[in-house]
């Protein structure tokens, strides 16, 4: 029989949900482990489930929960999650983090401010400004924690299917949040002189072929992507 701590992430927030359900079903704490053990060969405990209950936790992560519904800031982030934002574990303090590095300290500070109203954040998640090693140059970053973001976010960059929903709901927002951490000009001056924007540069054939669509659906802006053959 296996413990609740032992097991993976997906696991855990399937029991934690049929625990809810089975609270508001009316299932008093002993009825409810018997009925887990029954679904999962998982052993909970009364101190467990009384600690989920009485002290105010949000699932994973604690006062970090967010909600899983589509949003201008959390469409926002995913887009620059799909760009220079990295999520990373930091195994010796256990933290789960959702950052973002960058030389322009604009975009920093709005992704600090979309991501902490993700979040519920009062204030803002702080930016830092520090001096790059390899070059003369400073840049910012910030970072925030969730263990359920951070999944959210991994699942995401596994089946880029999940995100449509997000991005489709704000298109601008996702576009922008790509295009704030891939997004460049383009000046051509060949036959003719042409000015445009890079949207994104990315290796992900399904994410610019999504971009492509979205500008055209959305703002009948029509845009092409080229590929590169790494093999050369």
């Not at 508001?24 to 209950?53: A, H, P, T």
Request: charged letters at 25%; one cysteine or more.
């Amino acid at each position: 029989m296996e413990t609740f701590s032992s097991l993976e992430y997906a696991i855990q927030n399937k029991i934690v949900r049929r625990v809810i359900d089975l609270s508001w079903e009316g299932l008093g704490y002993k009825r409810i482990i018997k009925q887990i053990k029954k679904d999962f060969c998982v052993n909970l405990s009364l101190g467990l489930l009384s600690y989920w209950f009485n002290h105010d936790v949000k699932l994973f992560g604690g006062q970090n929960h967010f909600d899983q519904k589509p949003s201008k800031e959390l469409a926002y982030v995913f887009g620059v999650m799909f760009g220079d934002g990295n999520i990373f574990f930091h195994e010796s303090k256990k933290d789960y983090i959702i950052g973002l590095g960058a030389i322009d300290r604009d975009f920093v500070e709005y992704f600090s401010r979309c991501i902490s109203k993700v979040l519920n954040k009062e204030t803002n998640y702080v930016v830092v400004r520090y001096k790059q090693k390899a070059m003369d140059s400073f840049m910012y970053s910030a970072r925030a924690r969730s263990k359920e973001l951070y999944y959210f976010i991994k699942e995401l960059k596994e089946d880029f299917e999940k995100v449509k929903p997000f991005a489709n709901a704000y298109p601008k927002e996702f576009i922008q949040g790509l295009a704030d951490s891939e997004g460049c000009p383009s000046i051509s001056a060949r036959n003719s002189f042409q000015v445009g924007v890079v949207v994104a540069v990315s290796t992900n054939e399904n994410l610019l072929m999504f971009v492509c669509d979205l500008l055209f659906k959305s703002f009948e802006i029509k845009a092409s992507f080229n590929t590169i053959n790494s093999s050369k």
